[in-house]
């Protein structure tokens, strides 16, 4: 009988297939917001994560990026985003991810996050160290702001976005470079094997990041929330780093915590 975590690889693998599927071909695109999108692609592969997922596991719960919360029977519940970078996916821009987490209680216990464009696998089970195709990774060792690569992410609320520009820029002229890559998932996973050395960012939501921060921490990283407490995945803020730089990342994040 397979296990729940190699059910969640292979329901985020099958739902990548079906976003490369989608890539590149004109479909149908709506709005949730004055930006935020949706693509039928995102549907199709929330469609089949849910059938693997509760095929499986028909007595767990399921937080979902567009059809929202299922309830299960317990305190179990799958954490899934059919699609991590819809902008990016929608634009052509191969920039994006497929993100399962499974959650006991306020726990991630596990997490696969899968960019099908690169065909990688970024995974991790609580205690048991992240792996990238199966292969153990770690964050980078910076210690010092002024030589780290990080990443953020704006907000879609445009009467947020002043103070998104404004921590951006105290992080740009104390940092070596800022990048901006649109999937919160690759971010984290990014910092977790040492291509990015930090990440934060305001808005995100539980899909965004269950999965991934765990997989972060897995590799030996640190995450919080802007003022260094312990991150709440449901509390729409992230601050995560490689461990050294955290501190430093904090002493800019903190003045705009709940702001």
Not at 104 to 123: I, K
Not at 167 to 191: E, Q
């Amino acid at each position: 009988m397979r296990g729940e975590f190699e059910v969640a690889l292979e329901a985020a693998r099958a739902a990548g297939g079906v976003l490369l599927a989608g890539f590149g071909r004109r479909g149908e695109v709506r709005y949730k917001g004055e930006v935020d999108l949706v693509t039928e692609t995102d549907v199709r592969a929330e469609r089949l994560l849910k059938e693997r997922l509760l095929g499986a596991f028909p007595g767990y719960g399921v937080l979902a990026e567009e059809s929202g919360q299922t309830a299960g029977e317990g305190d179990v519940r799958w954490v899934v985003d059919p699609l991590d970078g819809t902008v990016n996916f929608a634009h052509g821009l191969p920039i994006f991810a497929v993100s399962v987490a499974l959650q006991r209680g306020r726990e991630v216990v596990l997490g696969a996050v899968y960019d099908p464009v690169r065909d990688e696998m970024f995974a991790a089970r609580r205690g048991g160290g992240a792996t990238l195709n199966g292969e153990p990774i770690s964050t980078s060792d910076n210690g010092e702001l002024i030589r780290a690569l990080v990443a953020t992410g704006f907000p879609y609320d445009r009467a947020k976005m002043p103070e998104a520009l404004e921590l951006f820029g105290r992080f740009a002229t104390r940092t070596r470079g800022m990048r901006r890559l649109g999937s919160s998932a690759l971010d984290l996973c990014y910092v977790a094997c040492g291509r990015l050395d930090g990440y934060y960012e305001r808005g995100v939501w539980a899909w965004d990041v269950a999965a991934a921060a765990l997989i972060l921490e897995e590799a030996g990283g640190r995450v919080s929330d802007y003022r260094g407490g312990p991150l709440n995945v449901e509390g729409r803020e992230i601050v995560a780093s490689n461990g050294p730089l955290h501190a430093a990342m904090l002493d800019l994040t903190r003045p705009f915590s709940g702001r």
